[in-house]
């Protein structure tokens, strides 16, 4: 079959084939859809602006049964700091024995335990060592960190006197009073203050 001749048959076939696809997009009428109406808008719900009381509360008659939160008394916290309050320009000494060389050594200083494990409110009793008080945090950091390193369970607490910030450093808190009453004359040696056992307080 001649070139030309066979270009043109084919030419042919997919003009028939266009023509197949597109006569019904050419002669079939459109769609006529219904026009789109749009509704009116509704009315606005009506919402029930009445105040709602407020819900019946047990707290006041709950706080009343439970027990009261430990305190450390003023005077007898007063009277820890100033004894343990080391001045910032003075120099303090690291020679702090580890903590189970501590407990060890016997002390004819240390007070007899009272074994009093719960209080008048029903409350566990926890104790603290304070032993230091200083006006910069970096120095509390300091003797937490030198305690820590001997086995001392130490941490620093901030507190204000007056205008003042001021930190307090203690170990603990231990349910064994012995335990501590033991650490105060090596604690007191090595830091050169008057340390004082007190109640534990969140």
Same mark, same amino acid.
Do not use: C, H
């Given at each position: 079959?001649?070139?030309?001749?066979?270009?043109?048959?084919?030419?042919?076939?997919?003009?028939?084939?266009?023509?197949? /696809?597109?006569?019904?997009?050419?002669?079939?009428?459109?769609?006529?859809?219904?026009?789109?109406?749009?509704?009116?808008?509704?009315?606005?719900?009506?919402?029930?602006?009445?105040?709602?009381?407020?819900?019946?509360?047990?707290?006041?008659?709950?706080?009343?049964?439970?027990?009261? !939160?430990?305190?450390?008394?003023?005077?007898?916290?007063?009277?820890?700091?100033?004894?343990?309050?080391?001045?910032?320009?003075?120099?303090?000494?690291?020679?702090?024995?580890?903590?189970?060389?501590?407990?060890?050594?016997?002390?004819?200083?240390?007070?007899?335990?009272?074994?009093?494990?719960?209080?008048?409110?029903?409350?566990?009793?926890?104790?603290?060592?304070?032993?230091?008080?200083?006006?910069?945090?970096?120095?509390?950091?300091?003797?937490?960190?030198?305690?820590?390193?001997?086995?001392?369970?130490?941490?620093?607490?901030?507190?204000?006197?007056?205008?003042?910030?001021?930190?307090?450093?203690?170990?603990?808190?231990?349910?064994?009073?012995?335990?501590?009453?033991?650490?105060?004359?090596?604690?007191?040696? !090595?830091?050169? /203050?008057?340390?004082?056992?007190?109640?534990?307080?969140?």
């Amino acid at each position: 079959m001649d070139s030309v001749l066979r270009q043109r048959l084919v030419g042919t076939l997919v003009l028939i084939a266009l023509g197949i /696809v597109f006569w019904p997009l050419i002669v079939t009428a459109p769609d006529v859809r219904d026009p789109i109406v749009l509704a009116p808008m509704p009315q606005a719900p009506l919402i029930d602006r009445t105040p709602i009381n407020a819900p019946e509360s047990y707290q006041d008659e709950v706080e009343v049964l439970l027990p009261n !939160a430990p305190t450390v008394p003023v005077a007898e916290q007063s009277a820890a700091d100033d004894g343990t309050f080391i001045d910032e320009n003075a120099t303090i000494r690291f020679d702090v024995p580890p903590a189970d060389e501590a407990v060890m050594a016997a002390s004819s200083l240390a007070k007899p335990d009272d074994g009093i494990l719960i209080d008048d409110e029903g409350l566990a009793q926890f104790w603290v060592l304070q032993v230091a008080t200083l006006a910069s945090e970096a120095r509390a950091t300091e003797v937490v960190s030198i305690l820590k390193s001997q086995g001392y369970k130490a941490f620093y607490r901030r507190f204000m006197r007056g205008d003042e910030t001021l930190f307090r450093v203690q170990i603990g808190p231990n349910a064994e009073r012995e335990r501590l009453q033991r650490f105060r004359p090596q604690i007191d040696k !090595a830091l050169g /203050v008057e340390s004082e056992i007190l109640r534990y307080t969140q």
